[in-house]
């Protein structure tokens, strides 16, 4: 895992989704670096020259180390997004992590549901990633990577329609899906492990988001002992790298709400 850091104040640690790396948080570094030291991170194997496992319980357990050795100095916030807000929830879910709140945006992965909830999750879940399945399958990696990103934005076209550089970023980790696709760790995500998290959390979605992260994000905070709720209106998945001074904003309100 490679971290990058800039600013000064108490740790934002910023961890990002799929197809992505630290750089997705570059343009937010501007919004946010007057306020927090931002420690934005990598994930494991999600930069090339990376070597060793891959998944939720993988990156929990690298991200655990990494507040551990923050928290020495001063206080630690994060933010996780989709798979990176996954990533945190299991790390907390895992052990009781010294970091004084979360904001966690749209995660996914159902261990939390249960039904009729995990059936709706199910149906979502086919819709978006049947296609996504099946262009992989058949080696077409910038398909897979273009559907992905239509489903997340939940919105044909979406993947065109964004900028050159989004575009380029999630066309160069496109080797992450043969991971992201194929993970065989089981993560410590459950209605009982969740329950037992005592972190101050604020669970976000978008007002257009789709089921798989709407009905994860909802039941997630429904479960957890100290958590707050919020909608966030017109905005889909897709907002923290669509709308970096927009997300930034909404960081630095939850963070800083007097700065």
Not at 23 to 36: A, I, K, P, Q, V
Not at 42 to 50: A, G, M, V
Not at 73 to 78: A, P, Q
Request: aromatic letters at 10%; glycine letters at 8%.
């Amino acid at each position: 895992m490679k971290t990058t850091r800039e600013g000064s104040g108490d740790y934002l640690v910023l961890v990002h989704g799929a197809l992505a790396d630290n750089s997705m948080w570059n343009d937010h570094l501007e919004y946010l670096s007057s306020y927090f030291e931002v420690v934005s991170i990598t994930l494991r194997c999600f930069d090339e020259t990376d070597v060793g496992g891959f998944g939720l319980n993988t990156h929990a357990v690298d991200l655990a180390n990494l507040v551990n050795e923050l928290s020495r100095d001063k206080s630690v916030n994060i933010v996780g997004w989709s798979y990176g807000a996954d990533v945190v929830l299991n790390a907390l879910a895992k052990q009781d992590l010294p970091v004084s709140r979360a904001f966690l945006y749209e995660p996914g992965y159902p261990g939390c549901l249960q039904e009729p909830h995990l059936s709706a999750w199910q149906l979502d879940a086919d819709k978006m990633f049947g296609p996504v399945f099946e262009h992989f399958s058949n080696g077409n990696l910038e398909k897979a990577v273009e559907l992905l990103i239509d489903g997340s934005g939940n919105k044909q076209g979406y993947f065109q329609n964004q900028s050159k550089k989004a575009k380029e970023l999630q066309l160069a980790k496109s080797y992450t899906l043969v991971h992201q696709l194929n993970q065989q760790e089981k993560s410590s995500i459950d209605t009982d492990s969740i329950s037992g998290v005592s972190t101050p959390i604020i669970l976000g979605y978008g007002e257009k988001t789709r089921d798989i992260f709407k009905l994860v994000t909802v039941k997630t905070s429904e479960l957890l002992n100290n958590a707050e709720l919020k909608e966030i209106r017109g905005e889909s998945h897709m907002l923290p790298q669509e709308k970096p001074r927009e997300f930034s904003k909404y960081i630095k309100s939850i963070f800083s709400p007097q700065g």
